[in-house]
């Protein structure tokens, strides 16, 4: 049979993605809307603000993604949209618009969840890429490590008990005034700073389950800010360095509960990170495991992550009822 073709739609966050991707790992079209300047005011996203461009943008998106392809409905073979966990109104306009074409196209839906999006990425980027493998997922909502043994058999061994690496980003961002979206400012201030200027705490180092912990990092942030000593280049640096010291050390400890993992792999905004990844990738050596972490733009949120995650699951023979609901929470 020839590769399945599927249609990935992105919703969940602040991004409007459709995508067209298919069983030969060829992303054949992806167009993505960021809604960066309607929230920056704000200096976070704004659920409501954010479901209104979904709406305005996404139909457009498709019909593009499609034109882009030089394909037509008629030649999708699915449906794949994020069905949660995220932001509801947004889940609920992408998965809606889902069912809707898979109705009168007469094609089946399939209802990804956005983790088991980030968590296959790596696997559009990277064909060497086989289960298991460990996964450090780190995203704006969530920090886990998931041993992967296969589409649709994720073991969560281990998981934050507060924050979320990314929202600790974000906040840090906030705290020191470098403008949202966060991350990715953290990051340009960190290149500018020293990382060893501000002595920081590293929460659960050394601890024996892998679980992370990011709040009293966000608090020990805004006390060094109102100490008022150090350059927000250096605390940012500080911050940067502590997070990715804890991300080494819970992950080291989550390698020796993965046995026959044949890589190390990192998904998610967060590892869009160059010193998040670096690190990974010299733990990977130590380890001698492969390394593989998903091009930069795969690891924020997009609709080829959503497509392929589809192709996996049709490929297994998965597809879902168009009363599948929409979920603001739903654990992989
Ligand atoms: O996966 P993602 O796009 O959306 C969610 O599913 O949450 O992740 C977004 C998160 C945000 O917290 C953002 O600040 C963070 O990923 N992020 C980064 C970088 N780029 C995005 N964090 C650190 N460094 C970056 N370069
Ligand atoms: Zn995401």
């Excluded at 079209?29 to 461009?53: C, D, N, T, W, Y």
């Excluded at 049709?314 to 979920?327: E, K, Q, V, Y």
């Amino acid at each position: 049979a020839p590769a399945p073709l599927i249609l990935g739609i992105e919703s969940s966050c602040d991004e409007t993605a459709a995508a067209l991707v298919d069983g030969d790992r060829r992303i054949l079209a992806h167009r993505l809307a960021g809604q960066e300047a309607a929230h920056r005011p704000f200096g976070g996203v704004v659920p409501e603000i954010a479901a209104r461009a979904h709406i305005e943008v996404l139909g457009p998106l498709i019909e593009g993604a499609l034109a882009d392809a030089g394909k037509t409905l008629a030649d999708v073979d699915a449906i794949a949209a994020t069905a949660g966990p995220g932001l509801i109104g947004g889940v609920m306009v992408g998965l809606l618009m889902a069912k809707g074409i898979a109705l009168s196209a007469g094609k089946p839906l399939v209802a990804v969840n956005h983790l088991e999006g980030h968590a296959l990425s790596p696997r559009l980027a990277d064909p060497a890429l086989r289960f298991p493998y460990l996964l450090l997922l780190v995203s704006g909502g969530h920090c886990q490590l998931l041993f992967v043994e296969g589409v649709g058999r994720y073991r969560r061994l281990a998981t934050t008990i507060d924050d979320a690496s990314g929202e600790a980003f974000d906040k840090t961002a906030k705290l020191l005034g470098l403008g949202f979206p966060g991350g990715p400012a953290v990051e340009r201030a960190a290149a500018l700073g020293d990382p060893k200027a501000v002595p920081l705490p590293r929460p659960l180092l050394g601890s024996a389950e892998p679980h992370f912990s990011f709040a009293g990092l966000k608090s020990a942030v805004l006390r060094a800010r109102d100490a008022g000593i150090h350059t927000p280049e250096d605390i940012a640096a500080s911050f940067q360095q502590a997070v990715v010291d804890c991300l080494l050390d819970r992950t080291r400890r989550g390698i020796t509960r993965a046995p026959g993992a044949t890589a190390l792999v990192v998904a998610g905004g967060v590892a869009a990170n160059q010193a998040v990844r670096g690190a990974l990738e010299a733990l990977a050596i130590e380890h001698g495991l492969p390394f593989s972490a998903p091009p930069l733009w795969l690891c924020t949120d997009n609709a080829a992550m959503i497509g392929w995650a589809g192709v996996e699951r049709f490929a297994a023979g998965a597809s879902d009822p168009l009363d599948t609901p929409a979920r603001a929470r739903w654990p992989l």
